[in-house]
């Protein structure tokens, strides 16, 4: 069943608030409405914290997509992006309609997300190298100038980053040995640090003594990390029960002003459950995660017997539980197992999310356009029935796809030319292959807010003769 789009979220707006999860053009904006309840300050004590030992190699292999040299296209305004105007931009730019090169460097792998306007590039020798914006220190330099080329993280020179995550205004680093590292906003705790300090501007380990973690992903304000026994954990802001601890953290200061309950520190996933026809909740045992994947406000989680799971935001049907309500703990979606089918990939935009099947099928629930029809639950994307997907970057409304040495993109206006087609046709509701990539290896793809990163593998000979004649962005 789909529906028409309902306004988004199932509880009443609080008066004061000003940006709802809905609204466009304040999904980068720096002012986020928080008011006190500070928490005692736990300082993390790095003594007590766990040895530092170098994950399994088996594992660490999963990590290399394979070495590619980096296109970019869409907005490289850095600033302006997600503004309505230019009012205090110091560096325009044109907007790159087309792929063009990007610094020459080969990298291994990279991060960018749905409301960022930075992105995480990890080198040949996994280091981290960031870049574009940077007013609220995401890209970990210890300053809080926009950086336009690819900068190296010098306080993580030491590590070995093995894969990172772009949240709204915040940056997490992987190393080797499974530890964490953030920078960036920390007003909502989703740095982890164990404090509400505002700011973290330069790399710091964040406050926990668990498991090894083996993957990180990022909300607009908040942290998922998975650990190596399946555990997840989550911290940061729990407006929307996006963290899964079964509360969405609010309390009222006084009469009139109400705060959240951050969490500062991750803590634990506990419960899964699925819900039956009758709406009665049955916990699930013995879950653990092997995947997951974030948008805005919501998370999806993929388990050992490749089931998934959904909670946080529940507006146009992003979870897939064809309803909109907001879900407080990870919810079995039942469409999967109704269908007979495994999910073996997920990947989450700002207001839809994209799952894999076992038998390739793409499913999109939610919307990743401002008007018409939402997918209240899994429905599969028909134009790419029979495609090998190889990547899916997923941006604002934007998606592109690599698959079978083809691009294939779509996302509705107002589009930046992330999708790459070029400047007569900027934006497409349907998915379309993008005809200047065609025959090209593409092992990754990330987006942000209005840009797009891929890495071309041109040790293949057909991509490197096209790599070779694309235009170059130079800064």
């Known amino acids: ?34 008011a006190g309840g500070e928490a005692s300050a736990r300082e993390v004590v790095v003594e007590e914290l766990r040895p530092m ?29 997600g503004k309505r105007d230019s009012k205090g931009v110091t560096k325009i730019r ?16 990279m991060a960018s997300f749905c409301s960022a306007a930075h992105s995480v590039l990890i080198d040949v020798n996994w280091k981290a190298w960031t870049f574009g914006r940077n007013q609220l ?18 306080d993580l020179a030491d590590f070995n980053v093995i894969q990172a995550a ?44 668990g498991p090894p973690i083996i993957k990180v992903g990022c909300g607009a304000e908040f942290s998922v990390i998975l650990d190596i026994k399946g555990n997840l954990h989550t911290f940061g802001l729990p407006e929307y029960g996006q963290l899964g601890h079964n509360t969405d953290g609010r309390y009222f200061v006084n009469s009139t002003k109400m705060s959240f309950h951050f969490e500062t520190q991750p803590r634990k996933v506990l419960v899964y459950m699925e819900k039956n026809k009758e709406g009665h909740v049955l916990p699930i045992e013995n879950v653990n995660i092997i995947d997951f994947a974030c948008g805005n406000n919501h998370t999806v989680a993929i388990d050992s017997k490749n089931r998934a799971f959904s909670w946080g935001f529940g507006g146009i049907g992003r979870l897939g539980h064809a309803e909109q309500k907001d879900e407080m703990v990870p919810r079995l979606i039942k469409f999967f197992d109704t269908q007979n089918r495994k999910v073996m990939r997920v990947f989450c935009g700002s207001s839809y999310s994209l799952a894999i099947s076992d038998i390739g099928s793409l499913y999109l629930f939610g919307q990743n356009k401002k008007t018409g029809e939402a997918n209240m639950y899994p429905k599969p994307v028909q134009d790419l029935a029979g495609w090998n997907i190889t990547s899916i970057g997923t941006g604002y409304t934007s998606i592109v796809i690599s698959a079978d040495d083809s691009l294939i993109a779509w996302g509705a206006s107002p589009t930046y030319g992330e999708l790459g087609l070029g400047d007569l046709q900027k934006s497409s509701s349907t998915p379309k292959e993008v005809t200047r990539m065609e025959g090209m290896k593409i092992p990754m793809i990330t987006l942000g807010y209005s840009h797009s990163l891929l890495l071309v593998n041109t040790e293949h000979e057909k991509t490197k003769e096209k790599y070779d004649n694309l235009p170059e962005f130079v800064v």
């Not at 949240?167 to 953030?182: E, I, K, P, S």
Request: net charge positive; charged share 25%.
């Open 137 to 154: 220190s995401q890209l970990g330099h210890g300053d809080t100038t926009v950086y336009e080329k690819p900068t190296q993280v010098a």
């Open 94 to 109: 044109p907007n790159l309609y087309t792929f063009h090169r990007f610094t020459g460097d080969t990298y291994r792998s």
């Open 166 to 209: 772009c949240g709204r205004n915040h940056t997490l680093f992987l190393t080797d040995t499974g530890t964490v590292y953030a920078c960036g906003d920390n007003k909502s705790g989703q740095c982890g640090v164990g404090n509400k300090q505002p700011t973290i501007t330069s790399p710091t380990r964040i406050s926990y003594n």
């Open 53 to 81: 030992e170098k994950l399994p190699e088996e594992l660490l292999g999963a990590y290399d997509k394979g070495p590619g040299k980096l296109l970019i296209a869409g907005m490289v305004s850095w600033e302006m992006t």
């Open 1 to 34: 069943m789909s529906s028409k789009r309902k306004p988004d979220g199932t509880k009443k707006a609080v008066k004061k608030r000003k940006n709802s999860e809905s609204n466009y053009d304040s999904d980068l904006s720096d002012e986020y409405p928080r």
